[in-house]
């Protein structure tokens, strides 16, 4: 499986941002898909996923309410509409597929939310 990631930028606090995750190759394996990232010094954490079949959804509990994730199956792809982005939300945002229990991490994506 191969993940591309699209859509990372710099934003003011309040704003909002979309990435795009298109995955190829053995979409068909593919339980769920979603988002991680990594702020300078801390650890990776979840911010959302969501199954392939039946559209099932997690997220993060800093980002509930907030940022909602949403899949096009017909073009293997995940989006993570991002609103009321604040300063913590600054990140390397991660695309992840998760195929039979093994996670696939695609190429991380710069989000920066500063004044």
């Known amino acids: 499986v191969h993940l591309q990631a699209s859509g990372g930028g710099s934003v003011q606090p309040g704003g909002s941002l979309r990435l795009s995750c298109a995955a190829s190759?053995?979409?068909?394996?593919?339980?769920?898909q979603g988002w991680y990232r990594q702020a300078p010094g801390k650890q990776r954490e979840l911010v959302a996923r969501?199954?392939?079949?039946?559209?099932?959804?997690n997220y993060g509990d800093s980002v509930k309410g907030r940022f909602t994730i949403s899949r096009d199956n017909a073009k293997n792809t995940v989006y993570l509409q991002m609103n009321s982005l604040k300063p913590e939300d600054t990140a390397v945002y991660y695309c992840?597929?998760?195929?039979?229990?093994?996670?696939?991490w695609g190429q991380g994506t710069l989000v920066t939310v500063s004044s």
């Open positions: 969501i199954t392939r079949r039946g559209g099932t959804t």
């Open positions: 992840i597929a998760v195929v039979t229990g093994l996670v696939w």
């Open positions: 190759g053995s979409v068909e394996s593919i339980n769920s």
